[in-house]
């Protein structure tokens, strides 16, 4: 990980809201690949972006077990939309207890699977009353 330290040196610096930018410890950039997303994740959970293809195929299995238990939640057309935006994805590190986080979007909640999500908004309730102290909006 790489301590942020400025547009010098994070060349995604300005993308990273102001509110939580003295709060962000370090940063991780991988390879801009296609599979950055999935190399980010790997980093996370495996210290290393060499299992991103377990992470991507992991992925893949949970959507599919989704789409066959709930037919019609996201077309296929949504999802190929969603996958070709273009972005490039990076890890951000934050304090321990410190991460902020929007409010759940409505499309999350009306079309989340109720049981394995149960509890979240409360798990998460420290987390958002943060992001709306640092001034986030809904």
């Not at 296609?34 to 893949?60: M, N, T, Y």
């Not at 299995?61 to 996958?83: F, H, T, W, Y």
């Not at 999350?108 to 309730?125: L, Y």
């Amino acid at each position: 990980m790489t301590k942020i330290d400025g547009v010098n040196v994070f060349p995604y610096f300005r993308f990273i809201p102001e509110s939580v930018r003295d709060r962000c410890l370090g940063w991780w950039d991988p390879a801009p690949d296609g599979h950055c997303g999935f190399r980010a994740l790997s980093h996370a959970l495996h210290g290393d972006e060499d299992h991103h293809l377990w992470v991507r195929k992991a992925i893949i299995d949970e959507v599919m077990s989704i789409q066959q238990s709930k037919p019609g939640v996201a077309r296929p057309s949504n999802v190929l939309v969603l996958c070709n935006t273009g972005n490039h994805w990076v890890r951000l590190d934050f304090e321990e207890d410190s991460i902020p986080m929007p409010p759940f979007t409505f499309l999350w909640t009306h079309f989340r699977d109720k049981m394995s999500t149960q509890g979240w908004e409360q798990m998460f309730k420290d987390e958002r009353d943060l992001y709306f102290a640092l001034g986030g909006s809904s």
